[in-house]
Each structure stands twice: as structure tokens, then as C-alpha cells.
T-cell receptor, first 111, second 112 residues
Framework: GDSVTQMEGPVTLSEEAFLTINCTYTATGYPSLFWYVQYPGEGLQLLLKATKADDKGSNKGFEATYRKETTSFHLEKGSVQVSDSAVYFCALNTGGFKTIFGAGTRLFVKA | DAGITQSPRHKVTETGTPVTLRCHQTENHRYMYWYRQDPGHGLRLIHYSYGVKDTDKGEVSDGYSVSRSKTEDFLLTLESATSSQTSVYFC???????????FGQGTRLTVV
């Protein structure tokens, strides 16, 4: 079945460091791919998305490129801030009404 | 932001009692979902709805039932709560089913 695998956390970085959170997927068909972010005590909110191969989603300095050949959608940010500390979820949707989420990666950014 | 309200936000209940969680949306979204979030498991789908009175099971539906009598409301019932159902429950909605999901703030349920 469809699935999403993302790197285990927690990831701890110093402010202004480069961030990569790996995400790979298994899916039949051509899924849309998403990154969601969850700040403490809140629900998930969409960070960025890409709907077809080679699309790049971007928002708030975060980027991810839909790589069909490697079935990946890695999240990157060039310079993290303390306010980026959160849990990040990679997800996919193949159009079957359901979104499948990865297990989440917790990011801690130290000042 | 989609207006999604979950109630209650926190609840402590005893083993064996029925519990109902409510999700209310103001966006007229067709699709609604209930997830549970547990450490090490991420988000797991319990049940979902693709229209009024149209619901289906997700991957962890045992011990849960749902009802949707109006577009805006989606109820999750734990028929007889067990300690394994202690979790944080999230409601989500989606306009098309393929598009992004909008989440409520969650309900923290503790079964003692």
C-alpha cells in the first residue's frame, strides 16, 4: 500500500544552520506531496505542496522538490530560526480522499 | 484559515464509559477526517466522511464509530473507552479530498 517514510528525529540544530529532513514515499499512481508543520499545542498546518514531478513547493524559506525518479520530497531550509522548532510531517495523497502521513520529525533549533 | 472547532479540548474519562468528540467546520468542506496522534506513530486515520451520512473506516477504526448528519458536524464516538485510546485526536477537513487538509487544534483524551 501507499506509505511515507521520513527520517527519525529529533533533529537538533543551531540557529542559522542548514536544514534537511528526508522523505521518501511509495505510491501507486501519481500522488500529490505535502509537508505539514505542527507547532506545540496546535494542529497541523500546510507548509508547502507539490502536485507533479519536478514541481518545487516553497513557503517561509522552506523548499521541497518532487522527485519522481527517487520517490523523494526532502524538506530544506537554508537558515533555520528558533521559531522553526516544531514537528514536520511529510504526506501524500493519491486522490483517493485520504492523506497518508509520515511519522513526523521533531526539530529543535537552539539560539 | 478554515474554521474547524473541536470540543472538548481536554477530557479525562474512565475505562468502559462512552465518549463523544465533536468536530464543527464552517468551510462547507465535503470531506472530514478523524485522526489520532501517538508518539512514534504519527497520524493514523480512524474514520473519514465523504458526505452527509457517507462514512468509511480508516486504518485504526476498531472501537470507534462516527456520524455525520450535517455537512458541518462530524462526531467520533468511543463506544467503551479503553486505556489504549488515550491519545490526541485531530479532526481535519478537505474541500476536494485531493487537496490540502485543514486541522482542528486537537482533543487530548485520557482514559483512566
Amino acid at each position: 500500500g501507499d506509505s511515507v517514510t521520513q527520517m527519525e528525529g529529533p533533529v537538533t540544530l543551531s540557529e542559522e544552520a542548514f536544514l534537511t529532513i528526508n522523505c521518501t514515499y511509495t505510491a501507486t499512481g501519481y500522488p500529490s506531496l505535502f509537508w505539514y508543520v505542527q507547532y506545540p499545542g496546535e494542529g497541523l498546518q500546510l507548509l508547502l505542496k507539490a502536485t507533479k514531478a519536478d514541481d518545487k513547493g516553497s513557503n517561509k524559506g522552506f523548499e521541497a522538490t518532487y522527485r519522481k525518479e527517487t520517490t523523494s520530497f526532502h524538506l530544506e531550509k537554508g537558515s533555520v530560526q528558533v521559531s522553526d522548532s516544531a514537528v514536520y510531517f511529510c504526506a501524500l495523497n493519491t486522490g483517493g480522499f485520504k492523506t497518508i502521513f509520515g511519522a513526523g520529525t521533531r526539530l529543535f533549533v537552539k539560539a | 484559515d478554515a474554521g474547524i472547532t473541536q470540543s472538548p479540548r481536554h477530557k479525562v474519562t474512565e475505562t468502559g464509559t462512552p465518549v463523544t468528540l465533536r468536530c464543527h467546520q464552517t468551510e462547507n468542506h465535503r470531506y472530514m477526517y478523524w485522526y489520532r496522534q501517538d508518539p512514534g506513530h504519527g497520524l493514523r486515520l480512524i474514520h473519514y466522511s465523504y458526505g452527509v451520512k457517507d462514512t468509511d473506516k480508516g486504518e485504526v477504526s476498531d472501537g470507534y464509530s462516527v456520524s455525520r448528519s450535517k455537512t458541518e458536524d462530524f462526531l467520533l464516538t468511543l463506544e467503551s473507552a479503553t486505556s489504549s485510546q488515550t491519545s490526541v485526536y485531530f479532526c481535519a477537513t478537505s474541500g476536494t479530498g485531493e487537496s490540502e487538509a485543514f486541522f482542528g487544534q486537537g482533543t487530548r483524551l485520557t482514559v483512566v
